[in-house]
């Protein structure tokens, strides 16, 4: 089976831009979560998808947004982009988001803001 | 609010050395606990993971965790450390009706010295 994708791997952009990261989930799986992860804030959850709905999301600014497709791919876009929004963007699927299934994680996207 | 502490940043053993990674957890209500391990450029796979039942849980390459609710504690050991085990590991947490999201400690380092 394959695992959980993330595109792109890598992205540069500049202060003020946005931008799109893409997330397809493993086989079958229809709850997809985001996370940021940084040196100084760690591993934070930025918000939860399933069945095209947003379920439940941490504290983050309104810039940050996603979605979810009836395929359960799932994308996070980031407007008006600030330096500190430098980081890797973790994405992870499981069967139903419950607290007793297991998030598997794709490779990330890095993204650094100029 | 529901947190997770990992004593240590930064661990190193000797080849062959038992590992002892620790995390404590604050909450008011039952936690599922999971460790997961990332390596460099790249996303986070679970080791093992504690739900309900035996407190004493077995996970891959030879890692186990065991619950101590008095404690709350949730650390991990490996018996004999090996040089693939360099890496970082993530202890987290979550509860019921906490769909989709994973509250993360800051992680610890482990370094396997030759």
């Known amino acids: 089976k394959a695992g959980v994708t993330q595109t792109p791997r890598y992205l540069i952009k500049t202060r003020g831009q946005q931008v799109t990261l893409s997330c397809s989930p493993i086989s079958g799986h229809r709850s997809v979560s985001w996370y940021q992860q940084t040196p100084g804030q760690g591993l934070q959850f930025l918000f939860e998808?399933?069945?095209?709905?947003?379920?439940n999301k941490g504290n983050f600014p309104g810039r940050f947004s996603g979605r979810q497709f009836s395929n359960s791919r799932s994308e996070m876009n980031v407007s008006t982009l600030e330096l500190g929004d430098s980081a890797l963007y973790l994405c992870?699927?499981?069967?139903?988001?419950?607290?007793?299934?297991?998030?598997?994680f794709g490779p990330g996207t890095r993204l650094t803001v100029l | 609010a529901q947190s997770v502490t990992q004593l240590g940043s930064h661990v190193s053993v000797s080849e062959g050395a038992l590992v002892l990674l620790r995390c404590n957890y604050s909450?008011?209500?039952?936690?599922?606990l999971f460790w997961y391990v990332q390596y460099p450029n790249q996303g986070l796979q679970l080791l093992l993971k504690y739900t309900t039942g035996a407190t004493l849980v077995k996970g891959i390459n030879g890692f186990e965790a065991e619950f101590k609710k008095s404690e709350t504690s949730f650390h991990l050991t490996k018996p004999s450390a090996h040089m693939s085990d360099a890496a970082e590991y993530f202890c987290a947490v979550t509860f019921s009706g906490n769909t989709g999201k994973l509250i993360f400690g800051q992680g610890t380092t482990l370094q396997v010295k030759p």
């Open positions: 909450s008011s209500v039952p936690p599922y």
């Open positions: 998808y399933f069945s095209e709905t947003q379920r």
């Open positions: 992870a699927s499981s069967l139903d988001g419950l607290q007793t299934d297991t998030q598997y």
